[in-house]
C-alpha cells in the first residue's frame, strides 16, 4: 500500500512513499554516504537565477558525463547515448522571465535528458524543456532576497549528513518542508517524468550512492540521494529510489501552511509573467495560451 503523500510534494503527480526501514529511525547512526573519488561523486546545480559558471556548462554541443560509470550497471541509472543530437551550440541567454534568464546550456541538459529515453522531434523536447524550466526560473527571481538564506540553510543540512552528525531521518525532521510522518528520511520511488525538474533528471542520473545537489526547483533547494535503480524493459520505465531533504521557499511554506493550492498559485503566476524570447527563432518554444472557453463550454 502507498503511504499518505505530503501536501507539499516535489513530484508532478502522486507518488508511492514508503516508510525507511528500522535500521534508519531517527536518531539512529548515520547512513555512510560514499565520499567523493571513492564511487559517488556530488554534483552541483547552478542557482537558477544566474548562469552556470563557465566550468560547469556543456561545451559546444556537448554534455559533461563526469562521474558515468564506465561499463553500463543494469542496477545503476543509464548513461546518455553518445549519439544526442543538442540543438545548441553555445550557451546563451534564450529566454527570460520576468528578468530571469533561461540559457541553451540549460535546455541542452534537459533535451539529452528527455532524448534519453523519448526520442522524437526536438522541437517538441525544447518546448518541453522551456515549460519545466521556466517556473522555476520565476520564483528564483520572485523570490531571489530569501534564496542567501535558503541555500545557507540547505548547505548546512548536507554537511550535517556528511561529517556524520545527523541522520537522514533527523536532517529531514530538522530541515526538510517537505516531510511526512511514515517517510521520516524523504524517501520517493518513481519514473521518469514523474517530478519537477531538475529533480527529475537527477534522480535518473549518476550512480547509486550519489549524492546530487544542492539545486533549486520551483519550490526551493533540494539535494537528494540515489538509494536503489531498477531499468525497466525500456528506458521509459525505469524506476528511481531517492531521499532528499527541501528547504521551501518561505512563502510557498505560508501559502501551503494557509491551505492555497501552490501549485495553481505557480502556475497562474507563470501566466501573468513578463516573458521575453531573445531570439526571433525561439518563439515557437513558448507553449501557446489556453484558448478561453466559449459560452457553451461555460455552461
Not at 535500521?23 to 552541483?44: W, Y
Not at 535528458?113 to 520565476?138: C, H, I, M, T
Not at 517537505?178 to 518513481?190: A, I, L, Q, R, S
Request: aromatic letters at 6%; one cysteine or more; glycine letters at 6%.
Amino acid at each position: 500500500m502507498c503511504g499518505s503523500t505530503p501536501r507539499i510534494a516535489i513530484l508532478a503527480l502522486v507518488l508511492c512513499l514508503f516508510a525507511a526501514p528500522a535500521s534508519a529511525q531517527r536518531g539512529k547512526k548515520p547512513p555512510v554516504l560514499i565520499p567523493p573519488g571513492q564511487g559517488a561523486e556530488e554534483t552541483q546545480e547552478p542557482a537558477a537565477e544566474t548562469p552556470p559558471p563557465p566550468a560547469a556548462q556543456p561545451g559546444a554541443g556537448q554534455l559533461s558525463t563526469t562521474g558515468a560509470p564506465a561499463v553500463e550497471d543494469p542496477k545503476q541509472p543509464r548513461t546518455l547515448p553518445g549519439n544526442l543530437k543538442l540543438p545548441y551550440t553555445s550557451n546563451r541567454p534564450l529566454i527570460q522571465i520576468d528578468g530571469n534568464p533561461l540559457y541553451t546550456a540549460e535546455l541542452n541538459q534537459l533535451v539529452a535528458y528527455y532524448q534519453s529515453f523519448r526520442p522524437g522531434s526536438v522541437d517538441l523536447q525544447l518546448r518541453d524543456a522551456v515549460s519545466a524550466l521556466l517556473p522555476s526560473k520565476l520564483m528564483a527571481v520572485r523570490y531571489k532576497d530569501d534564496l542567501p538564506a535558503m541555500r545557507e540553510r540547505i548547505d548546512e543540512a548536507l554537511d550535517r549528513i556528511r561529517n556524520g552528525e545527523l541522520s537522514w531521518a533527523d536532517a529531514v525532521a530538522e530541515y526538510s518542508d517537505d516531510t511526512d510522518e511514515e517517510n521520516p528520511e524523504g524517501k520517493y520511488v518513481f519514473g521518469r517524468e514523474r517530478a519537477v525538474q531538475p529533480f527529475d533528471r537527477l534522480a535518473h542520473s549518476g550512480r547509486v550512492g550519489q549524492i546530487h545537489g544542492p539545486f533549486l526547483t520551483v519550490y526551493g533547494y533540494h539535494f537528494l540521494e540515489i538509494l536503489d535503480y531498477e531499468r525497466g524493459a525500456a528506458a521509459n520505465q525505469d524506476q528511481t529510489t531517492v531521499r532528499h531533504v527541501l528547504v521551501m521557499y518561505p512563502d510557498l511554506k505560508k501559502r501551503d501552511a494557509a491551505g492555497e493550492d501552490i501549485r495553481a498559485y505557480i502556475k497562474k503566476s507563470v501566466r501573468e509573467a513578463d516573458i521575453q524570447v531573445l531570439e526571433r527563432g525561439a518563439q515557437n518554444l513558448l507553449a501557446p495560451p489556453p484558448l478561453p472557453k466559449t459560452d457553451e463550454a461555460k455552461n
